[in-house]
C-alpha cells in the first residue's frame, strides 16, 4: 500500500513538471527561438515535440542551434550549444541559468538549401534537402525536393507529418517565397505576377481574348509541394517557402480540392497519432487551346521553363501498418470532362468527399501506389506497401 502510494506521489510530481522541462509550441516559441536538435552519430535532425510539447528530465542536455550559418545564440555568440534541463523553462548554459526566452537567436532563424548532386525521379532531377545550415553541423535537412534546375521545375518532394502534434501546431505566419540560392537565371516572382502570366498567355494562345477565358476568373498560384501547414513551428513552415517546392497551380484548385487533400492528410495522421511519410508531385504539362484550337503546352517563361502541371499528385505512407493511398487532382479547372489516370478507390477505402467530382475546383480521386507508378514513372521506387491506407 505504502509503496503504491509513494508510485502514485512520484507520478503526480512528474505530471506536474516537478521532474521535467517543457517548451509548448504555441507559447514559447518566435522567430529568434533556436532549433531544438538531436544528435545520432554524425546526423543532426529536428527533435520532434510530444503532443504539445517538447520535454525533458531535469539535467538532461539540449542541443540548440541557430541558423543561418551567420546566426548565433545571443547569449554566447556561439552557433550551437548544450544546454541542461533545471525545469519548466529554466535551462542552464555554461554555468548561468536562463529561461527559455532568453536562449534565442541574434536574428531570426532561417532555411536553406542544400544539393545532394544526386539524381532522382528517374533521372529527371537533382535532389536537395532543404532544412537549415547551422554553423559546424552538417546541414539539418527538414524536407527533400527532387527539382529540374534546367527547367525549373518541380518534380516530387518527401516530408513527414506528425501526427502526435499537428494539431497543436504553431501557426505560420506570412512568409514570401525565395530562391535560396538555385544558380538559375530565371525571374521568378516576375513570372509569377499575374500581369506577366496574362501576358504569356496571351503569346501562347495568340490573343487576349483567349487568355481572358483563363485569367478572368483565376490565376496560377505558387503551389506548395510540402505544405506549410504540415510544420509543427513557424521557423520549419519557411523552410517550405523556396520555388523548388512549388508548381504553378490556379488558385481556385489550390484553395479547392488540393487544399482538401492536404487537409486529409493531416486529419488522418492526427487520428493515427502517428507519423505519415508523404510524397507529393506533380506530371505532365497542361496543355490549352490556342485561338486556331490546337493545345499547346503552358508554360511560365519564354524558354518554356516553370511548366504548369497538369496534375498534382500526393502518397501518403504509414509504416506501421505498411499501407499506403495516392491521391491525384486535375489541374485544370476549365477542363469539361473527367480524366483518370488510375482506377478511382476513394470511395472503397473512406476518402471520398463529395466535392472530389468538382472539376471546376480541381477534379480528384485515388489511387493503389502501384497503379499510380505504372503510369507516373518519377515516383520513387522506395514507395511500396503492402495494404491500402484507409480512412476509416
Known amino acids: 500500500m505504502l509503496k503504491a502510494l509513494i508510485l502514485l506521489t512520484c507520478y503526480i510530481w512528474f505530471a506536474n513538471g516537478a521532474t521535467q522541462c517543457s517548451v509548448d509550441l504555441q507559447r514559447n516559441f518566435n ?24 520535454r525533458w528530465r531535469v539535467g538532461s542536455g539540449v542541443l540548440i542551434g541557430c541558423s543561418d550559418a551567420s546566426n548565433s545564440i545571443s547569449k554566447v555568440r556561439d552557433h550551437s550549444a548544450r ?45 536537395f534537402n532543404i532544412g537549415f545550415e547551422v554553423k559546424g553541423l552538417p546541414f539539418v535537412k527538414y524536407f527533400q525536393s527532387c527539382y529540374n534546375v534546367k527547367d525549373a521545375s518541380a518534380i516530387y518532394t518527401e516530408h513527414e507529418i506528425f501526427g502526435r502534434s499537428i494539431a497543436l501546431a504553431q501557426r ?18 516576375e513570372e509569377y ?44 513552415a519557411t523552410a517550405t517557402y523556396f520555388y523548388i517546392n512549388a508548381a504553378p497551380e490556379w488558385q481556385v484548385v489550390n484553395t479547392g480540392n488540393w487544399k482538401r487533400v ?57 509504416k506501421k501498418s505498411d499501407s499506403a493511398i495516392a491521391f491525384v487532382t486535375l489541374n485544370n479547372p476549365f477542363a469539361a470532362t473527367k480524366e483518370y489516370l488510375c482506377k478511382n478507390i476513394c470511395n472503397m477505402h473512406g476518402w471520398d468527399q463529395q466535392e472530389y467530382g468538382d472539376l471546376s475546383r480541381g477534379l480528384t480521386y485515388c489511387c493503389t501506389v502501384k497503379e499510380l507508378r505504372s503510369v507516373i514513372k518519377s515516383i520513387p521506387a522506395s514507395v511500396n506497401a503492402k495494404n491500402v491506407l484507409k480512412l476509416r
Not at 501576358?199 to 485569367?215: D, F, P, Q, V
Not at 484550337?293 to 502541371?309: G, N, W
Open 172 to 189: 505560420s505566419g506570412d512568409h514570401s517565397f525565395k530562391t535560396g540560392g538555385i544558380a538559375s537565371k530565371v525571374r521568378f516572382s
Open 31 to 54: 522567430k529568434r527561438s533556436p532549433l531544438l536538435l538531436e544528435q545520432k552519430g554524425s546526423t543532426y535532425s529536428l527533435q520532434i515535440p510530444d503532443g504539445s510539447k517538447f
Open 193 to 236: 505576377l499575374q500581369v506577366s502570366q496574362r501576358e504569356r498567355l496571351e503569346k501562347l494562345l495568340g490573343s487576349t481574348t483567349e487568355a481572358n477565358k483563363y485569367m478572368s476568373s483565376t490565376f496560377l498560384a505558387k503551389g506548395h509541394l510540402t505544405p506549410d501547414r504540415d510544420a509543427l513551428l513557424d521557423t520549419w
Open 83 to 127: 544546454v541542461s534541463c533545471v525545469r519548466n523553462l529554466e535551462f542552464t548554459l555554461r554555468k548561468k541559468k536562463y529561461q527559455f526566452r532568453q536562449l534565442e537567436c541574434v536574428s531570426p532563424v532561417t532555411s536553406s538549401i542544400q544539393s545532394l548532386k544526386t539524381s532522382c525521379g528517374g533521372g529527371l532531377g537533382t535532389l
Open 262 to 318: 492536404e487537409n486529409a492528410a493531416r486529419k488522418k495522421a492526427e487520428t493515427l497519432k502517428d507519423t505519415i511519410r508523404v510524397f507529393t508531385g506533380v506530371y505532365d504539362v497542361l496543355k490549352l487551346p490556342d485561338v486556331n484550337r490546337t493545345m499547346v503546352p503552358i508554360t511560365l517563361t519564354d524558354r518554356s521553363q516553370i511548366p504548369v502541371p497538369k496534375w498534382f499528385w500526393k502518397i501518403l505512407y504509414h
